[in-house]
């Protein structure tokens, strides 16, 4: 995509869990590079390691073995609180299970990564109240997760990764509780800020409306790469399918 390194770098990247007398690899030495600016997708079966491939280049979980380069840190030899640090400046997440906090209102959680990395009160409230319009929930700044729908409450949970301008935000299966016209506006909103402020985007997920959107769709099956297709022209793919 450009002549930059990559800005995301995995190595022979291996997680085993140990479930019962036979281990079982959930990623298998996947070897991946992706460039600044991608916006793309990790797709395959349920179990195909999608997910806990997504954590370990989040730094949400260390690998077995293997190494990972995020935006060139070596994650792995980070300490704890290192690692903390560079997700709060550097990484937005969406989770399947929204991971709200129960006891903040919609508000309030968007905000919350923002007063951890010290923004002004200004900046909060304008950034805050703009997401919320685009996210469509200004009606429900003040209601807790409580109080919202699964839909409503994945929606805070993107605003939420996007509040802080980070420079990757990982997703998994973001759009998965959602409408097809509330999908596409998060996925307009998403599409956006990566073609305009160059924000790499990787999803994991199922829904075909996220694949559609990609520039790029990296299949797994049984934790390893089966393919790596780097669609040429979003929108013709998009136009095609």
Not at 196 to 212: A, K, M, P, Y
């Amino acid at each position: 995509m450009n002549n930059l390194p990559p800005v995301i770098i995995t190595e022979d990247l291996t997680k085993v869990y140990d479930e019962g007398a036979i281990p079982v690899k959930a990623v298998n030495q996947v070897n991946l590079q992706i460039d600044q600016g991608e916006f793309t997708a990790l797709v395959g079966p349920s179990g195909s390691g999608k997910t806990t491939l997504l954590n370990m280049i989040g730094g949400l979980d260390r690998p077995s073995s293997g190494k990972v380069w995020v935006d060139g840190k070596n994650l792995g030899a980070m300490k704890k609180n290192q690692l903390i640090d560079f997700r709060l400046h550097n990484i937005g997440f969406v989770f399947q299970a929204y991971n709200l906090i129960p006891v903040l209102t919609a508000r309030e959680n968007i905000e919350f990564v923002m007063l951890l990395q010290k923004a002004s009160k200004k900046e909060r409230n304008h950034r805050v109240l703009e997401l919320l319009r685009e996210v469509g929930l200004q009606d429900k700044m003040n209601n807790r997760p409580d109080e919202l729908s699964g839909g409503q409450q994945q929606r805070v949970a993107v605003a939420r990764a996007l509040a802080s301008k980070p420079k990757f935000v990982l997703a998994d299966e973001p759009t998965a509780n959602l409408d097809s016209k509330t999908a596409a506006n998060l996925l307009d909103i998403m599409s956006k800020l990566n073609q305009e402020e160059g924000i790499t985007f990787i999803f994991s997920t199922h829904d075909q409306r996220v694949i559609d959107r990609a520039h790029r769709v990296i299949t797994l099956v049984d934790g390893a790469i089966e393919s790596d297709e780097l669609i040429a022209n979003a929108s013709d793919h998009i136009e095609s399918v």
